[in-house]
Nanobody, 126 residues
Framework: QVQLVESGGGLVQAGGSLRLSCAAS????????MGWFRQAPGKEREFVAA????????TYADPVKGRFTISRDNAKNTMYLQMNSLKSEDTAVYYC???????????????????WGQGTQVTVSP
């Protein structure tokens, strides 16, 4: 019953910024931990960032620490990923994901997430 829709991707020059959004249509958005993942051509999906149900706890993959910020607005049923100081290696399809209700802790493991959006393309030019 939950639909996740990413938006905000596009083309940006290295050093620039981009803000991704993930809109959830479900009625119980605040009940779920959420996360962002990305996948570049020829590479496996990798974890980017995760956030707890109320937004009080966040965690980031090492390559994006200090540059990306994950946040959520439960009143708007929306999660965000603010990306600053973008690098060419950030180029990928970015996915938002819902953590399984049975998982009661923040985690970077993709297997702990049970619902995924369609993805949005982010391309960073040199």
């Amino acid at each position: 019953q939950v639909q996740l829709v990413e938006s905000g991707g596009g083309l940006v020059q290295a050093g620039g910024s981009l803000r991704l959004s993930c809109a959830a249509s479900g009625r119980t958005f605040s009940s779920y931990g959420m996360g962002w993942f990305r996948q570049a051509p020829g590479k496996e999906r990798e974890f980017v960032a995760a956030i707890s149900r109320n937004g009080g706890t966040t965690t980031y993959a090492d390559p994006v620490k200090g540059r990306f910020t994950i946040s959520r607005d439960n009143a708007k049923n929306t999660m965000y990923l603010q990306m600053n100081s973008l690098k060419s290696e950030d180029t990928a399809v970015y996915y938002c994901a819902r953590r399984a209700l049975t998982v009661d802790y923040i985690t970077s493991r993709g297997s702990s997430y049970d619902y995924w959006g369609q993805g949005t393309q982010v391309t960073v030019s040199p």
